[in-house]
C-alpha cells in the first residue's frame, strides 16, 4: 500500500509526516507528537487551513505543502492546578535539600562523605532531570526527515538548556546573602589544593569562592576592582552557563579553581606577574561561555550559526570569547573599568589567547611550541615564552579533572560521556560523521580514559613539570594513578567479555 505525505507546522517549523492509511492510530499520533516534541500526555489539536480542529488519525487527509496544517501543544494532560508535588506525592526540591543539609552535616561531624550519600544525590537529580527535560528520549527524532542538513536542527532548542530567571534571580539573592560571610582560613587552603571536592558545593557558594579568589590574589585593590561590580560581573557569567551535563557552571568552576591554586603551588604571581594571573583566572572562568553542549566537530559539520560566523576556525572558542566581552561591556560588570586604556589592552589580547588555545585542535601545535621553548630553556622575561605559558596553564586547568581524587573526577567522566553521547545521538539522527570516541555503541569509561590520559594528559603535564617540578606531586603523580586505574579497568572488561564469549 503507497504512504502518503502530511505537510504540517509546529512552533512555525515546517514539517512532514508519511505513513500508510493502514498505520495503527496510536502510531500517527505517535509521529505528530514527537514533531511536536511533546509529552505523552500533552494534548494535541490539529488545524486544517480553514482553521477547523481535525482528528489525527491514518485517515488524514493527504494535502500540498502550500496548504499546511497546524499543529498545537496546548497543555500537559492535568486536572485544575494540581502541582507536581501533588502529583508525585513529595517534593523535590525538599528532597535535595535534606541531602544538602545531610551532606553539610556529614562534613562538619566527619570530614568525609559516604558514597551512599553521593549515589543519593545523583539519583534525586537524575530524577528531577528526567521530569523536567525530555532531550533525553531518542524516539523524539525518529519520524523526522533528515535527508538534508538544517541550521537549527528541530531538537536544539537553545531555551532548554538555559536557566530560568526564577532560578538565577534565586541564585543571586542567595549568593548576595553569603557573599561577606567570613570563609575559614581552613576553606581558604582547601580552596588552593588541586584536591578541592566541586561536588560538595552549591552554585551559590561556588560563585562566593570565585569572589575570594579575586580577593585573596588581592586583585581587587592591586586593579581596583569594585565589589559590587566583581559580584555583577560573576552573576553574569553564572548566568550564561547552560545547564547541560558537562561544560556548564561547575566545570567553569573547576577550571578556575585549578588556575588558582596552580598560582599557588608554583607562586606564577612572583614568576609571570600579577597582570598575567589576572588574565590566566578570568580566562579561565570565561572560557566555556554559552556551551551549546555540542563541540566544534559538530558545528562545523552541521553549518550551525557559529560554525558560519567564524568560518569554522574554533566557533565555540570565539563564542565563550565574544560572549565574555559583552559581559565586560557593560559598566556594571566591568572588573577592568578602572584600568588604564592600554593595560586593557593587553588583558583582552591575553584573555582572547588563552580561550582560543583551549580548542583541543591546536593542542599539538602549542605542546609542541612549548617543549621548544624548555628545550632552548625557558626565560620568563622573554613575551612569547609567557604567552605560550599562559596557554599551557589553561590548557592544563581545563583538563585537570584525572589530577583529583577518583571520587571527584569520575563523576566528571560520567557526565563528560553523556554530553559525547547526547551529540552522538544527534549526528546519527541528522546523518553527520560520528568520531568513535563519542559513540555509546564503541566507548566505555576505560576506553574513553587510557588513551586520552596516555596520549594528550601526561605530555603536557609532565612538560609544565619541567618547569614546575613540585607539580610532579600535586598533579603529576594523580594523573598516573588515574592511568592505572582505568587502564585495569579496561583490563578486567576485556577478561570477563572474553568468559562471556566462551562456550559453556
Not at 532531550?135 to 523526522?144: A, D, I, T, V
Not at 604567552?387 to 581545563?398: A, E, G, N, T
Not at 568520531?435 to 576505560?446: C, G, I, L, N, Y
Not at 606531586?473 to 585495569?488: C, F, G, S
Request: aromatic fraction near 10%.
Amino acid at each position: 500500500m503507497a504512504t502518503k505525505v502530511i505537510y504540517f507546522t509546529v512552533r512555525e517549523s515546517e514539517e512532514r509526516a508519511e505513513f500508510r492509511d493502514d498505520f495503527p492510530a496510536d502510531d500517527v499520533k505517535d509521529i505528530f507528537r514527537a514533531a511536536a516534541e511533546a509529552g505523552p500526555h500533552d494534548i494535541l489539536k490539529l488545524y486544517n487551513c480553514r482553521g477547523n480542529i481535525v482528528n489525527i488519525s491514518p485517515k488524514l487527509e493527504p494535502n500540498t505543502p502550500d496548504q499546511p496544517y497546524k499543529l498545537e501543544v496546548v497543555a500537559a494532560h492535568c486536572t485544575g492546578n494540581i502541582t507536581l508535588t501533588a502529583q508525585l506525592g513529595f517534593d523535590v526540591g525538599d528532597l535535595e535539600s535534606r541531602i544538602q543539609c545531610l551532606e553539610k552535616k556529614i562534613m562538619l561531624e566527619g570530614g568525609e562523605t559516604p558514597s551512599v550519600v553521593f549515589d543519593m544525590r545523583n539519583k534525586v537529580e537524575q530524577f528531577r532531570e528526567k521530569l523536567e527535560n525530555v532531550e533525553h528520549l531518542s524516539w523524539l527524532g525518529l519520524f523526522k526527515d533528515i535527508s538534508s542538513t538544517s541550521l537549527h536542527p528541530f531538537w536544539s532548542r537553545k531555551s532548554s538548556h538555559r536557566k530560568s530567571e526564577e532560578h538565577n534571580k534565586r541564585l543571586f539573592d542567595k549568593f548576595l546573602k553569603i557573599s561577606n560571610v567570613q570563609i575559614t582560613e581552613e576553606v581558604k587552603l582547601y580552596l588552593r589544593k588541586p584536591t578541592f571536592d566541586n561536588w560538595q558545593w552549591e552554585d551559590a557558594e561556588m560563585v562566593v569562592l570565585l569572589q575570594q579568589m579575586f580577593i585573596d590574589l588581592d586583585f581587587t585593590s592591586k586593579f581596583n576592582i569594585e565589589l559590587p561590580v566583581l559580584q555583577n560581573f560573576l552573576y553574569e557569567v553564572y548566568k550564561n552557563y547552560n545547564h547541560i551535563p558537562f561544560h556548564n557552571f561547575r566545570h567553569c568552576f573547576c577550571v578556575s579553581q585549578m588556575m588558582y591554586g596552580l598560582s599557588w603551588l608554583v607562586n606564577l604571581s612572583e614568576t609571570m606577574g600579577d597582570l598575567d594571573v589576572m588574565i590566566m583566572l578570568t580566562s579561565a572562568i570565561c572560557h566555556d561561555l554559552d556551551h551549546p553542549g555540542y563541540n566544534n566537530a559538530y558545528q562545523v559539520n552541521a553549518r550551525t550559526e557559529l560554525a558560519l560566523r567564524y568560518n569554522d576556525i574554533s566557533p565555540l572558542e570565539n563564542h565563550h570569547c565574544a560572549v565574555a566581552f559583552e559581559i565586560l561591556a557593560r559598566k556594571h560588570c566591568n572588573i577592568f573599568g578602572n584600568v588604564p586604556p592600554e593595560t586593557f589592552k593587553k588583558i583582552r589580547e591575553g584573555m582572547i589567547r588563552c580561550i582560543l588555545a583551549t580548542d583541543m585542535q591546536r593542542h599539538s601545535e602549542i605542546l609542541n611550541k612549548f617543549r621548544a621553548m624548555l628545550n632552548e630553556g625557558f626565560d620568563f622575561s622573554n613575551k612569547d615564552h609567557k604567552d605560550v605559558l599562559m596557554m599551557i596553564l589553561i590548557k592544563v586547568s581545563d583538563i585537570s579533572n584525572e589530577a583529583r581524587p577518583m571520587d571527584v573526577s569520575e563523576p566528571w567522566l560520567d557526565c563528560l560521556l553523556k554530553e559525547f553521547f547526547n551529540q552522538s545521538d544527534v549526528e546519527k539522527l541528522e546523518g553527520l560523521p560520528v568520531a568513535p570516541f563519542m559513540d555509546r555503541e564503541k566507548v566505555s569509561k576505560p576506553s574513553s580514559q587510557v588513551g586520552f590520559i596516555r596520549y594528550v594528559l601526561l605530555p603536557l603535564f609532565e612538560s609544565l613539570g619541567q618547569l614546575f617540578p613540585p607539580l610532579d606531586e600535586h598533579i603529576i603523580l594523580p594523573v598516573k594513578e588515574a592511568l592505572n586505574y582505568y587502564t585495569d579497568m579496561e583490563g578486567t572488561i576485556r577478561v570477563e567479555q572474553s568468559k562471556k564469549a566462551q562456550p559453556i
